[in-house]
């Protein structure tokens, strides 16, 4: 009788802690944050595109101009000097030209042709 007794008592202990849920406890020390709804309902941002390339061109007048390419192929940085102040050309959609205050480039970084405001059209090649 007497090993029984223990056999039975274990049996006991193990049926109550059957009965137990065995749930885990996450503690954190970070506070709910109080825009996560807000957070969850905002539309997507979208990054700002990386350098695709940054070529120097000479054009059919012999000059040369700057264009740092990227990618989506909607917008372009053009200098025009060496050290100059850049100017920026969007598109819409990638494909149209890209254009801002009289300016407009068209083309790839083998070829463009550039259009510049009081100026004719020039046709440039790296």
Request: aromatic letters at 4%; a positive charge.
């Amino acid at each position: 009788m007497r090993k029984t007794l223990p056999i039975a008592a274990a049996a006991i202990a193990l049926c109550a802690l059957a009965a137990c849920e065995n749930k885990t406890e996450t503690v954190t020390t970070q506070a709910p944050d109080p825009q996560a709804a807000e957070l969850a309902k905002a539309p997507p941002v979208e990054l700002p595109p990386a350098m695709k390339a940054s070529v120097t061109f000479r054009c059919k007048d012999n000059s040369l101009v700057y264009v740092d390419f990227f990618s989506g192929d909607k917008q372009a940085l053009l200098k025009t000097e060496k050290g100059g102040t850049p100017i920026k050309l969007t598109a819409e959609k990638a494909g149209d030209a890209l254009v801002a205050d009289g300016y407009s480039l068209t083309g790839t970084p083998k070829s463009i042709t550039l259009t510049r405001p009081g100026k004719p059209t020039l046709t440039c090649r790296t």
